[in-house]
Every structure is written in structure tokens, then in C-alpha cells.
């Protein structure tokens, strides 16, 4: 099976959020069946450009109509030794080379660009893919540019349409469709959202499969409360939605052999190398070398929709309990200094480190007990997955992937992989916190079991990615 996997950003090559992870792992875990090849396409951005390590190849030139502007693309490809798995890149330097991937007035007229390009380098590189996987709303018109002028061409390629994040969702003014799609007026009812035109509504009518990433969001998002907006549109095309659960690169992500790990572990020694690392985490952010004091991490964005409201209020009851806690991220300066105060008024209990590295990361799901996520809304979640797979207990809320991945712990049946609170509450989060605390201080053997649970679930792009092919399968009639 030939498939194409579009999206604005994959690992190693640009990575602002998950959908880079995925874009990374999940065309390798496809590019494994027996029959199968993948190609990847994501934008050329500068800082790829720039950098040495990605050696690349130009392949093609070719002027692309958007609307009435003849612009220029480049079609590059990466030089590399995989057969099954190809990495292309769309060059245009005015839309492309600048100092973030997102977040510029013309980003519509950017990913339409990007969209409609990769259709015209599969026609270039002579491509007959059975599907093309598009990728949130930067991919978005992909489905209705293959109606609209590519039937003729690649007509036999079904797409399919994942929604990693449906908050953001390719808003544009009504003149777009004619100035920068070059669609017909009959193209409008595709488009029309209440005033404006929206990519993710094109998709979603023109797609032949809809996915998002977990079996509870796409429940969720037919619902007004989860959907902004969306959710009339999802129900009138509920037929065509499956929910696949996202998994992690196990390569990648695994502490025995992280590189930013002080002491590589798996689930035949982590009782005695998990417990050097918790002592090496708290002497590097200078906390309390305390072994038997349970230490809780979080590595996110500090937003709202990531339950730092409810974190926040509760600082001060995390802080009257014996536990450290370790924060790492950037967010809103509200949530910001609410953790800097608090960290300085308990510098032996709160470390916290308002930046991002990968190398802290790692070391915080390698050296945490317990690792608490308490998201309002969360499509997936990588990081619940991860901190399972460093055998670190999540505690999270009950919603989207984070309901589908983490499973209540009974210690009198030994089942389970963490805790979970279900009302958005700050009251609710403590008594799962709370419950966490007092197994590991009370009860260490269940404790012990419960790590084990957590390392030994199977978290890799393993299932997903079989989910994904059973439905390529369907949608192309291919066995």
C-alpha cells in the first residue's frame, strides 16, 4: 500500500508540539508492514535548511497556481538509506524560512501552499498513493484540492483526515476561496462557517475517513463543550469517525537507553537504578536528597486547558504534604509566577524551571514517583505515556486519551496503571494525588506492582499503527 502522510511539522526535523511526535513515529510504524511504503511531506523550514545534519536532495522545480500568484516550489528529499520510508520537503523561501513554524497573519495562504504542493509533487514524482493522511488544519485542503483538480490525476487516492487539536481550526475571510484557493463559488457551502470559511470543516466534508487521536475525544468532540464549534458537522459525518489511541516512539523514549537518563533502567532493575536517579534529579534542582520522600513531576505547557488552574489553587495543600514536586515549562505569566512564589516560599519542596529541555525532561520522568496531569481537555497526551513507560505513576484526569490510557489502580486485585480523579476540580485532584501518596508511603509492594503495570503496558505505535492500516484497508477495499 502506497500511503502519504502530510502534516506541518515531524521530528526530528521541527517539532513545536505532539503532532510532531506523531508525524515522526507513525509513517516508520506504517513503513513496517510487509507491501507497504510511506512517503512523509512536511514544509522546508529554514532551521531544517540550516542545519547539517539533515543532508537533502533537490528533486523538482515547478511553478504552482494559488489563485492568481504563480509561486515558486522546490521539491527536496532526504538523502537516506530507508527504502519504505521517504522524507520529502516543499521549499518556498517567503513562506517557510522564518523564525517559528506558526503564528503569521498569512498562515492560510502558507499551508495552502504547502497543501496544494504536495499534490502537484506527487504528480511530478509520478505517485499513485491508495492514501493520503492529512494531518489537523494545516493539511486540511488537501481532500477538497484533490476534488477540485486532482480527480483526474491521483482520483483513486482516498484521504484520510486526523484531528490532533480541534481548537484550531484554519479560519479565514469568505474572499480566500476565489483570491488564494482559486475554488469556484460552488466550493463555498464546503467552506462557509458562520461568517468566515474554515479549513477543518472542508476536511472534515471531504475526507473519506475522519480520526482524532483517542476512542473518548471522539466521543467528546460531538459535544458543544469539546468541539468549538464543530460539533453539528462532526455528527452529520459521525459515520466516517474512528478514534485511534496515539502511541510513543519506544526507541526513542526508553530509559535504558535515553542518553539524559544518569541510570539506564528497564523492568528488571528499575527498583534499584530508579531510586539513583530520583536522588540525581533532586541534587539538580537542589532539593533535598530524600529517598523516601515522594517526588512528583509535570513537564507541560502552563495553560489553562492543561488544568493549571486547578494546580495552581492547590499549591498550597501540595506544599503542607511531605513531597517534592518539580515543574518544567513555559506558559502564561499568571500560572508562571503563581509556581515561582511558591517555589519561593518552599525552595525545599518546589523546584521550578520555566523553560523547556528535553534533557530535564527526561530526567524528571526518570527520577519522578508520581507524575500528575490534570488536563481540562486532552486529545491524547503523550506525556501520561511516557511517564508510564519510565515506571512513574500517573495521576490524571478523566478525559479524551488520558481516560483511554490510564487505568484505575485496585491494589486488592493488582490491577491498573495510576489514578484518576473525574470531576475538574482542584478538591478532586488532591484525593487522587493524596491516594498516590499514601500507597507509596503505606503500601509499598502494591506500589511495586503498580510501577510494573505502568512499564510492562504496551505504549508503542504498535496497535495504533495496525489500527491505522485495518483502516486503509477498509476505505481502499485493499487486503
Known sequence: MNIVFAASEAAPYMKTGGLGDVAQAL????????????????????????????????????????????????????????????????????????????????????????????????????????????NDWQTALIPTFLHAFYHDKLGTAKTVFTIHNIEYQGWVHPYFLGDVLGLPVSYDSTFKFGDQHNFMKSAILKCDALTTVSRTYAKEICYPYYAHGLHDIINDHAFKLTGIVNGIDTDVNDPATDPNVFHPYDVSNVFEEKPKNKADLQKE????????????????????????????????????????????????????????????????????????????????YAGADIYIMPSKSEPCGLSQLLAMHYGTVPVVHETGGLKDTVAPFFPDTGEGTGFVFRGFTGPDMMDSLRSAVDLYNGDRDSWNKLVMNCMTKDVSWKLPAGEYMELYRRITNKK
Not at 489563485?67 to 521549499?91: C, M, N, P, T
Open 27 to 134: 509513517p516508520l510504524a506504517l513503513s513496517k508492514y510487509s507491501g507497504s511504503r510511506v512517503l512523509l511531506f512536511i514544509p522546508f523550514y529554514g532551521s531544517i535548511k540550516r542545519d547539517p545534519a539533515f543532508k537533502t536532495e533537490l528533486v523538482s522545480e515547478f511553478e504552482l497556481k494559488l489563485g492568481w500568484r504563480g509561486q515558486y516550489a522546490g521539491l527536496h528529499r532526504l538523502v537516506s538509506r530507508r527504502r519504505k520510508l521517504e522524507v520529502y520537503f516543499i521549499d518556498n523561501e517567503l513562506y517557510f524560512c522564518r523564525d517559528r513554524a506558526y503564528g503569521y497573519s498569512d498562515d492560510g495562504e502558507r499551508f495552502a501552499f504547502f497543501s496544494k504542493a504536495i499534490l502537484q509533487s506527487l504528480v511530478i514524482l509520478g505517485e499513485k498513493p491508495d492514501i493520503i493522511h492529512c
Open 285 to 364: 534542582l537542589g532539593l533535598p536528597i530524600r529517598p523516601d520522600v515522594p517526588l512528583i513531576g509535570i513537564v507541560s505547557r502552563l495553560v489553562e486547558h492543561k488544568g493549571m488552574s486547578i494546580l495552581c489553587e492547590s499549591l498550597e495543600k501540595i506544599a503542607s504534604m511531605d513531597v517534592q514536586f518539580a515543574v518544567l515549562g513555559t506558559g502564561d505569566s499568571e500560572y508562571e509566577s503563581w509556581l515561582k512564589s511558591e517555589a519561593e516560599r518552599h525552595p525545599d519542596r518546589f523546584s521550578v524551571n520555566i523553560r523547556f529541555g528535553k534533557h530535564l525532561a527526561s530526567r524528571i
